[in-house]
């Protein structure tokens, strides 16, 4: 099955900007999703990205590189709301099923 | 409906009975999702359906689990002979179709005595 790896936990400060690394195995991949999940909370879609390079969605932006299994998230402008665990997902050996990393939870501070 | 909905929120029940959980997904989406996650961990997938059929059972963790979908619709979630370890939330998602943005709803959260 798939394998994701992610870091365990992030601090940052609130206005920086923080970058979220997610490795995953690159055989039958079918696209990595990014979900972000406050605490208490059913987890909520941030990014799909299927094609190499860097996708914008205001605050938020998603990279991959699928020749080295690898994707971040980057979050600018950090605010405190943006505290939540992060989780990175991807199918893998052609399933359309994603596999949840174990999340990396952001701290945000002042 | 507004998204995914799923009864009950809360759940205790005592060691050896039987739990059903239900899943209410956004209406036409074809694919249907569950999950489970402890506290601290990462969701563990259990089962996938495609319309009423499910292709992949590969993660529900033993005989004790099943699940069924009807009318392409409502899911359920039957835990049988429920032991400690099935404590955790119980999260179900849907999709438009497979490999899309997964739409979650808010958990039953399982606690057994």
């Known amino acids: 099955g798939q394998n994701i790896d992610q870091p365990t936990e992030m601090t940052a400060t609130e206005g920086a900007i923080v970058q979220i690394n997610c490795t995953y195995q690159t055989s039958g991949f079918n696209g990595l999703f990014w979900y972000q999940q406050h605490a208490g909370e059913a987890p909520t879609f941030l990014s799909y990205?299927?094609?190499?390079g860097l996708e914008e969605k205001g605050r938020f932006s998603s990279f991959l590189s699928r020749s080295k299994g690898y994707s971040y998230l980057l979050l600018k402008e950090l605010q405190m709301k943006d505290s939540a665990s992060y989780l990175c997902?991807?199918?893998?050996?052609?399933?359309?099923?994603?596999?949840f990393g174990r999340g990396t939870s952001l701290i945000v501070h002042p | 409906g507004a998204g995914v909905s799923q009864s009950p929120s809360n759940k205790v029940t005592e060691k050896g009975k039987d739990v059903e959980l239900r899943c209410d997904p956004i209406?036409?989406?074809?694919?249907l999702y569950w999950y489970r996650q402890s506290l601290g961990q990462g969701l563990e997938f259990l089962i996938y359906f495609q319309g009423n059929s499910a292709p992949d059972k590969s993660g529900l963790p033993s005989d004790r689990f099943s699940a069924e979908r009807t009318g392409g619709s409502v899911s359920t979630l039957t835990i049988q002979r429920t032991q400690q370890e099935d404590s955790a939330v119980y999260l179900c998602?849907?999709?438009?179709?497979?490999?899309?943005?997964?739409?979650f709803g808010p958990g039953t959260r399982l606690t057994v005595l």
């Open positions: 990205n299927v094609l190499d």
């Open positions: 998602a849907s999709s438009l179709r497979a490999a899309h943005e997964q739409f």
């Open positions: 997902a991807a199918p893998s050996g052609g399933s359309y099923i994603p596999t």
């Open positions: 209406s036409g989406h074809t694919a």
